[in-house]
């Protein structure tokens, strides 16, 4: 998790729990290739509360 997500995390009043929730049950709404460090994901899904949306933009790494 980087610092500017953290940041981001904050003044939405998310937690990191939320983040996952969304990850883990959300979809892949867009894949851009197009980033020279690497393939981008947006992920939009819930909270844990199952009403806040959240929107999460991240790359898979080894």
């Given at each position: 998790?980087?610092a500017?997500?953290?940041?981001?995390?904050a003044?939405?009043?998310?937690?990191?729990?939320?983040?996952?929730e969304?990850?883990?049950?959300g979809?892949?709404?867009?894949?851009?290739k197009?980033?020279?460090?690497?393939?981008?994901?947006?992920?939009?899904?819930?909270?844990?509360?199952?009403?806040t949306?959240?929107?999460?933009?991240g790359?898979?790494?080894?």
């Open positions: 998790m980087s500017h997500a953290m940041e981001e995390m003044e939405d009043l998310l937690t990191i729990l939320d983040v996952e969304a990850v883990l049950n979809q892949i709404i867009r894949v851009e197009d980033d020279p460090r690497g393939t981008k994901y947006v992920v939009v899904g819930t909270a844990l509360d199952r009403q949306p959240v929107g999460v933009v790359r898979i790494e080894e």
